[in-house]
């Protein structure tokens, strides 16, 4: 990717560290460019209004020497980062709130963000809700809609697995370096986004996951979208915050109705409470905004093997557990498990949390 000198200076200034979007701006008004932050002396007395971690890390980042080692280490690491000086930076993000110095980006770039809708929601989902996230993710990305959500656990993972069940487009916007796995145990997740679409942070690669972090980059999974769609939300989910920034940013709230007795349903509730849209079915995003006619929707078909026909066939019914499968066809834990795997990649079935199975919902 090819950088002006004021664009790679701006990479460069927004890599120091302590350096926040907030700060950077205000250097940027103080000195009038980022050549100018970095040739300023040590006792400049402009500096003084800044903390002194970020007027440290300035005083280690003003040489050539270390402008160039970043570039060799985002070359290394397969990192591209986008100033907004850029042409390739986004222009739905120009005008947001704060809208990112630098887009640090691993992965398939550019997306189709004319297209793009935000799917989030809890970490601490109802099964109703993952349920509900990998079917919206899913008839999204076989629309042609760029998923946008945020890799964390719960309804985010579950939009993502979604969208990537089909081949679709998917675009992950992370609280820490997009060269840090977080959660751990979304390891294979990351990297089937890194393959399949990408993943985007403001935050130099190395950046831990630190708290801060989360709610800033939800302003980010909005402006991104053309919409915001919240699955299930608690009273004090994060996804209200990235709801909260879409509707500042001009961008529509969608919310799939939840249980009232469910306070993992408090908040999303709260929000069609308040006007936000309902969203019964996929459908009615791709309607609303003429990204396609209202989907034809087949049964899935039974198998042709003798035993996945039989469980498929149990799955009609109700989800069940590995153990009530295992019950239901006397067939070994080893031979069942592999049998179920078979299925579910092939797309006859849908693995739930705590191994219970069922079939897609169309």
């Known amino acids: 990717m090819e950088h002006t000198g004021q664009d790679r200076l701006w990479i460069a200034l927004s890599s120091v560290e302590g350096m926040d979007a907030q700060a950077f701006y205000r250097l940027i008004a103080e000195f009038g460019d980022a050549g100018a932050v970095f040739s300023a002396a040590a006792e400049d007395a402009r500096l003084d209004k800044f903390p002194a971690a970020l007027r440290r890390g300035l005083k280690r980042t003003q040489s050539e020497e270390y402008i ?3 570039f060799t280490n985002l070359e290394l690491k397969g990192v591209d980062a986008l100033s907004r000086l850029h042409p390739d930076y986004p222009a739905v993000m120009q005008d947001i709130y704060l809208p990112p110095p630098v887009l640090y980006i691993r992965g398939r770039w ?11 929601g809890s970490r601490r989902p109802t099964r109703y809700g993952l349920d509900a996230a990998f079917m919206i993710g899913r008839e999204l990305a076989a629309a042609g809609i760029t998923v946008v959500s945020g890799l964390a656990r719960g309804i985010d993972a579950r939009a993502h697995e979604g969208a990537l069940s089909t081949g679709g487009s998917v675009a992950a916007v992370l609280g820490c370096g997009v060269d840090v796995v977080y ?3 979304h390891e294979r997740l990351y990297a089937e986004v890194a393959q399949s679409g990408c993943l985007i942070s403001e935050y130099p690669p190395g950046t831990r996951p630190l708290p801060g972090n989360f709610p800033a980059r939800n302003r980010i999974i909005s402006g991104l979208s053309r919409a915001a769609v919240v699955v299930e939300a ?3 989910s994060g996804a209200l915050i990235t709801a909260g920034h879409a509707l500042a940013q001009g961008r529509d709230v969608y919310v799939v109705p939840g249980s009232i007795f469910s306070p993992a349903c408090e908040g999303s509730n709260r929000l069609l409470a308040d006007g936000a849209h ?5 459908e009615d995003i791709l309607v609303a905004y003429g990204w396609g006619q209202r989907m034809e929707k087949e049964g899935p078909t039974a198998p042709d093997d003798p035993v996945q026909k039989k469980i498929f066939g149990l799955l009609r019914n109700e989800p069940l557990s590995f153990d009530s499968l295992s019950e239901a066809l006397g067939v070994e834990a080893g031979a069942l498990n592999s049998i179920l795997t078979i299925m579910e990649l092939s797309g006859i079935i849908t693995q739930l949390p705590g191994r ?3 079939l897609p919902r169309v």
């Open 110 to 120: 550019p997306i189709d963000l004319e297209r793009a809708v935000a799917v989030v």
């Open 68 to 70: 160039d080692g970043l």
């Open 278 to 282: 309902p969203l019964l079915k996929t």
């Open 234 to 236: 608690g009273i004090k």
């Open 183 to 185: 959660p751990r145990e």
């Open 356 to 358: 219970v199975f069922t």
